[in-house]
């Protein structure tokens, strides 16, 4: 794997450099990346998307930065870029990519990381939802990671698609669609938790899910990728997402192509980098349990953890008898309903304790503790020490951190 280059040393060339730019619109974490670097690199940047991708007779550029998509017409338009014989960097590996220094999303670290969210919630069936339309996509890397992780954590995964090449069904055919889902889901057992490429792709997944009468995230659990929040927030069910690190990429994209202007070597390879990581929602937001009854419960406690609660009430929302409940719960879990319930309160507390400066009785009523005795008692039982010595230890780890990031 290539080193990411991360100096952000501001600089004053002799000159000012003049840089083309050529981005497309809709990813604006990844433009912010590369204006705030170019912005401490001092450089005039010539967006060509108001010139038609054209570079005017009159610029002498310095450099290039340009990210394209797989078509012949970009292609066109990346053998410009190379002939005018200046250093150029392009963003992902769309478009000749061995002919540019290219800085990509690390497509394996993506399945990796979705493989083992799924493995901590103790997923044991897993599927990658991939297209068959764009099999020769670099993109197809996330999916053979993604299996290939799965598989080295003990679970079975498998390859999935429900569109190919010479039978395409419009996307509108829902029923149709999951019909072709429900085939290809047929041999898992559930639990199953089912990874896909983009984030439209998984707010379908729930869709057919919904038709066929199965519980999302009890049953599927869905994950997508891209983490876009007007597709992620109001899907059917808030979808999960791998988050790709759009800021780091257009600036480490810059970065790079300022040193290849001031006449260093170009990196041996593509420069990676890695997801940012993974926002959970309710789509993924669940244990992986044989008891659909036990699932549905669970899911009730945590979205509802910080609001008072007995077990009587988790068993009411899960429509069984309380002790049918806290048998499961014990069967499944080893722990019982009312140990859960703490537990997800702490859980959510220390995220508190560590994330803001909220004070400490606020952080107890909030989780959903009675009383702040009660929250202190219980913090400490678990935790072995106290909400504010943990909310202190965690800030020296931070800067320790931080230290030694600028070491």
Request: hydrophobic share 40%.
């Amino acid at each position: 794997m290539s080193k990411a280059y991360t100096s952000t040393t501001p600089h004053a060339p002799a000159k000012r450099r003049t840089v083309l730019m050529s981005l497309h619109y809709g990813i604006e974490n990844r433009r912010r990346g590369v204006y705030d670097a170019a912005r401490r690199a001092g450089w005039k940047v010539l967006d060509l998307e108001y010139y038609n991708r054209e570079v005017p007779r009159t610029v002498r550029p310095d450099g290039v930065l340009f990210q394209l998509h797989l078509a012949t017409e970009e292609a066109m338009i990346a053998r410009r870029f190379l002939r005018l014989g200046i250093p150029a960097v392009q963003i992902e590996d769309f478009a000749l990519p061995e002919k540019f220094c290219c800085v990509v999303e690390d497509r394996r670290a993506v399945g990796r990381a979705a493989a083992e969210h799924f493995a901590d919630r103790g997923f044991r069936n897993m599927a990658y939802l991939g297209s068959e339309v764009f099999h020769d996509s670099p993109f197809r890397l996330i999916g053979e990671s993604f299996i290939a992780r799965a598989r080295d954590l003990g679970a079975r995964a498998e390859l999935i698609a429900i569109q190919s090449l010479g039978r395409l069904i419009p996307w509108a055919r829902v029923e149709a669609l999951a019909k072709r889902f429900e085939r290809e889901i047929s041999g898992f057992q559930f639990p199953l938790g089912i990874f896909t490429y983009h984030d439209t792709m998984a707010a379908r997944i729930c869709q057919f899910c919904d038709a066929l009468g199965l519980s999302v995230p009890e049953q599927v659990a869905v994950l997508g990728y891209g983490n876009d929040p007007c597709k992620c927030d109001f899907a059917s069910t808030p979808l999960s997402s791998v988050a790709p690190n759009y800021y780091d990429q257009g600036r480490i994209a810059a970065e790079l192509l300022d040193r290849l202007m001031d006449g260093q070597p170009a990196p041996a390879g593509p420069v990676l980098v890695a997801p940012a990581g993974i926002v959970t929602r309710q789509s993924t937001d669940v244990l992986a349990l044989p008891d659909l009854d036990t699932a549905r419960a669970l899911r009730y406690m945590w979205e509802h953890f910080a609001e008072p609660l007995s077990v009587d009430n988790i068993a009411d929302a899960a429509a069984i008898s309380r002790r049918k409940l806290e048998r499961h719960f014990q069967t499944y879990l080893h722990r019982g309903v009312s140990e859960e319930l703490v537990r997800k309160r702490l859980e959510r507390a220390c995220e508190l304790l560590v994330a803001t400066r909220t004070r400490v009785k606020v952080i107890s009523e909030q989780v959903g503790f009675t009383t702040e005795k009660h929250f202190f008692r219980s913090f400490r039982k678990v935790m072995g020490t106290s909400p504010r010595q943990y909310r202190l230890a965690h800030a020296a780890k931070l800067r320790e951190a931080e230290n030694d990031e600028n070491d």
